[in-house]
């Protein structure tokens, strides 16, 4: 229905104590109508950024994505959970942050997000989708709420990237990048069309404030939040962190195609309300630096991908592939 408004549940949530975040869960979904039949497939996808340790504000908290992995085993779901970095595997990565210890005990697999699909976007760009991606029936996102060097803030649909496989990312920012970037927003803007129905729920608990995706400052806002439209948790966030959206290149190609959920006038909020839980002092880079990455980047994530590729092959050759 074309009137109908896209509803945001948002939920205070202090720590990262599992069973907090299970609760927590629970009540946005609840808020949502949001259910999952037993037995389903779900992936769950973090923010990974890179096959390197960087704390606990630039990843998906551990925690945080155990929790969230707790909530749908205990629906007699069929949990996998899968990434790909810029640089290195994302098995490694989860391994370097710590979430492959937190997900220990749980009857959870994961997706290697080796294997690609080429797919089309709405505006007819072919790009190179990673089979578990495509091939869940629900596809979980779970961002992390933080600022960003070059898109000034990540939220639910900037962790779509992450579907891209590995070094692609890397050369997508390169080819699509150009200019003022617009191609390079609008194709993030297509990214969650491509993949099946699911949730994005946001790690607002400890986010990361300055600068980014790497590098930036702990800042405690103690917010969990969720939709079933990523588009519209990005504008209930902007609106809790109270950065102008037209200031987010990213919201700006979804407002000009008139996707639905940039408006914050057609959201609902069954739980708190975006002011209930707004900051003062978020943080955001002034000027954004130019999407392309530098050539010497480029090369460490295409040197980083041979690495993983070539190890992969000496495991075929050991018999373990």
């Known amino acids: 229905m074309a009137g109908e408004k896209r509803a945001v549940a948002i939920s205070r949530c202090l720590s990262y104590d599992r ?68 640089t290195g595997s994302g098995l490694r990565a989860m391994r370097i942050c710590g979430m492959t210890a937190a997900l220990k005990g749980l009857p959870v697999s994961y997706a290697p997000f080796q294997k690609s699909r080429v797919v089309t976007t709405r505006r007819g760009l072919e790009v190179a989708v990673a089979v578990d991606a495509l091939e869940c029936d629900y596809f979980i996102n779970l961002p992390k709420l933080k600022s960003h060097g070059q898109t000034r803030v990540s939220l639910a649909v900037k962790n779509h990237y992450g579907i891209i496989k ?72 902007l609106a809790v962190i109270k950065l102008d959206p037209e200031s987010s290149p990213l919201w700006q190609a979804s407002r000009d195609r008139r996707d639905r959920g940039h408006d914050l006038e057609t959201l609902a909020f069954p739980l708190l309300s975006p002011e209930e839980v707004a900051v003062e002092d978020f943080l955001v880079p002034g000027q954004l630096r130019p999407i392309p990455f530098h050539s010497r980047h480029l090369l460490a994530s295409l040197a980083a991908r041979f690495k993983v590729w070539l190890a992969r092959q000496r495991e075929k050759g050991k018999g373990w592939g």
């Open 166 to 237: 590995g070094w692609r990312k890397a050369w997508g920012h390169q080819v699509h990048g150009q200019g003022d970037g617009r191609a390079f927003f609008d194709l993030l803007a297509d990214l969650p069309f491509l993949v099946p129905p699911g949730l994005s729920l946001c790690d607002a608990i400890t986010a990361m404030h300055r600068t980014g995706p790497l590098g930036g400052e702990a800042y405690p806002l103690g917010v969990m939040a969720a939709s079933p439209w990523a588009l519209a948790l990005d504008r209930a966030l």
């Open 19 to 86: 069973q907090e975040i299970v609760r927590v869960v629970d009540g946005l979904l609840a808020a949502l109508a949001w259910t999952c039949s037993r037995g389903s497939r779900v992936l769950l996808k973090p923010n990974l950024v890179a096959a390197r340790y960087q704390g606990d504000i630039a990843c998906t908290h551990p925690e945080f994505v155990a929790g969230v992995a707790q909530w749908f085993v205990d629906q007699g779901a069929q949990v996998v959970v899968g990434d790909s970095p810029a």
